[in-house]
C-alpha cells in the first residue's frame, strides 16, 4: 500500500517567492497533520485537519502560511512570500483517526536562500 | 514549561546494554502517549503507544507509564547499533482538541 506521499522532496528557492508543498495522505485516514522540523525547535504542529476540516491551526507562524485540504486525498501547505527562516523539513503525516498513531511522509526539505 | 520534555541527549549506550529514555508532560489530562524513532534524514516512525500506567512490552522495547508524576519512558533492552536514532515522545493533549506534540527528542548512539 502507498503511504504518504509528500512533493517536492527538495525545493529551493529564493527570499519573497510562493512556496506550494503538497501531500497524498493515506487512502481511508480522515485525520491529516502538516508539523516542521528544524535544529533548533525540533518537531513542530503546524496545522491539523479531521475530515478535511481544519480542527487547530494556533502553530502557523504568520499571515504567510496558509494549509488547505480540499478533499479526503490531497492538502497543500503554502509560504507567500518566503524567507530564509522558513528552512526547514516540512512533514506531512495521516491517521485513521485522532489516535496520535501517525505516518508521516518522506518530508519536503525548503532551503529559502 | 514546554508541554513535553526530553532530554536531548546524545545518550551513548554500550552494545548488548538497556538503553532508556524519559519523557516529562504537562497536559495532565492526556491519556494516548507515543515514542517515534527517527534516523537521520529520515522520517518519524512509530515504535510504541501506551495509553495505561504501567509497563507494555513488544519485543526488545518496554514503554513505561505513570500518569501521577506525569512521564513517560522508553527502555530499549539488549541494544543493538541499528537502535542508533534519535527517539522522539508524543502527547496527544486532553486539552487542545486532540492535537499531538512532540518532544524535541533524544539522540541515542549505541556503541560497539
Known amino acids: 500500500d502507498a503511504g504518504v506521499i509528500q512533493s517536492p522532496r527538495h525545493e529551493v528557492t529564493e527570499m519573497g517567492q510562493e512556496v506550494t508543498l503538497r501531500c497524498k495522505p493515506i487512502s481511508g485516514h480522515n485525520s491529516l497533520f502538516w508539523y516542521r522540523q528544524t535544529m533548533m525547535r525540533g518537531l513542530e504542529l503546524l496545522i491539523y485537519f479531521n475530515n478535511n476540516v481544519p480542527i487547530d491551526d494556533s502553530g502557523m507562524p504568520e499571515d504567510r502560511f496558509s494549509a488547505k485540504m480540499p478533499n479526503a486525498s490531497f492538502s497543500t501547505l503554502k509560504i507567500q512570500p518566503s524567507e530564509p527562516r522558513d528552512s526547514a523539513v516540512y512533514f506531512c503525516?495521516?491517521?485513521?483517526?485522532?489516535?496520535?498513531?501517525?505516518?508521516f511522509g518522506e518530508g519536503s526539505r525548503l532551503t529559502v536562500l | 514549561q514546554k508541554e513535553v520534555e526530553q532530554n536531548s541527549g546524545p545518550l551513548s549506550v554500550p552494545e548488548g546494554a538497556i538503553a532508556s529514555l524519559n519523557c516529562t508532560y504537562s497536559?495532565?489530562?492526556?491519556?494516548?502517549f507515543f515514542w517515534y524513532r527517527q534516523y537521520s534524514g529520515k522520517s518519524p516512525e512509530l515504535i510504541m503507544s501506551i495509553y495505561s500506567n504501567g509497563d507494555k512490552e513488544d519485543g526488545r522495547f518496554t514503554a513505561q507509564l505513570n500518569k501521577a508524576s506525569q512521564y513517560v519512558s522508553l527502555l530499549i533492552r539488549d541494544s543493538q547499533p541499528s537502535d542508533s536514532a534519535t527517539y522522539l515522545c508524543?502527547?496527544?493533549?486532553?486539552?487542545?482538541?486532540?492535537?499531538?506534540?512532540f518532544g524535541s527528542g533524544t539522540r541515542l548512539s549505541i556503541r560497539p
Open positions: 508524543a502527547v496527544l493533549l486532553y486539552s487542545s482538541a486532540s492535537k499531538i506534540i
Open positions: 503525516a495521516s491517521s485513521p483517526q485522532v489516535t496520535g498513531e501517525l505516518f
Open positions: 497536559d495532565r489530562g492526556s491519556q494516548s
